[in-house]
């Protein structure tokens, strides 16, 4: 089934559609600030799902309406059945996070207001590349609902920030402006608040015109470097290399250079 080009939904608590090669998550519960419930954590994995399926798409947009871009799980909805609630959401956050990181197309996001908890962690799981608007804030929170990780914290955090950094910033569950998480290496763009929206179709545009196939090649060598030694990663690389120069992006990228023109690439 071809992705949507519009969403089906105004409504849905996540919208999903495709502009051309670039396909569109974006978490729709603006009164809530966007935090996940069970119905947000089912409509997130089946748009992952839509996505993973579809051969055109050759770039993926995260963003997400009003003030903040996640304020981690509705803790609302998980008072009365903690277990349960919390069971499904992290079954359809995981789910997602999952087949974004596999994917081949790059995933940029948006991000603005807050981003805590879950929603952290989705977005250091899922995205390559993470563009914030000024005014941003960033935090663990688990520690002060009294939960530990999920949505892949605890695995990027210490793969981005080391170690010793993660841990103070798990336990203590203080937050980052923009500036920081930037010097850090959680984002890697902070842009004027009013730039954001354009910043970041712009950035998933120009994503969507490369070579994909490559792309997601790379993507899985990056982010399976910190669990090889060098001579399994020596090996992944050589095998990857070898299969990108069978493709056809291969070809005409090599022509490109040679003829001194840009690559038209077709994600092939």
Known sequence: MAYPDRPADPAAPVLHWREGGVAHIRFNRPKALNAIDVATAQAFVQACADIARD??????LLSAEGRAFMAGGDLAAMRENPVP??????AGMHGGIRLL????????AGVQGAVAGGGLG???????????????????????????????????????????????????????????ALRL???????????????????????????????GRLKALLRSSL??????????????????????????????????????????
């Open 227 to 268: 669990d090889h030694d060098l001579d399994t990663q020596l090996d992944a690389e050589a095998e990857g290399f070898q299969a990108c120069a069978a493709s056809a992006d291969f070809r005409e990228g090599v022509a490109a250079f040679l003829d001194k023109r840009p690559a038209k690439f077709q994600g092939l």
């Open 55 to 60: 051969e055109a798409v050759r770039a993926v």
């Open 85 to 90: 609630v919390a069971q499904a959401l992290i």
């Open 101 to 108: 990181a596999g994917l081949q197309a790059p995933v940029v």
């Open 185 to 215: 290496g959680l984002i890697n763009r902070v842009v004027p608040a009013d730039a954001l929206a354009d910043e970041s179709l712009a950035l998933a545009r120009r994503l969507a015109q490369g070579p994909t196939r490559a792309y």
């Open 122 to 180: 989705l977005l250091l799981g899922s995205s390559d590349l993470i563009v914030a608007a000024e005014g941003t804030r960033f935090g663990v929170a688990y520690p002060l609902i009294g939960a530990s990780a999920d949505c892949s914290t605890s695995w990027s955090l210490p793969r981005l920030v080391g170690l010793r950094k993660a841990m103070e910033l798990a336990l203590l569950g203080d937050t980052l402006d923009a500036a920081e």
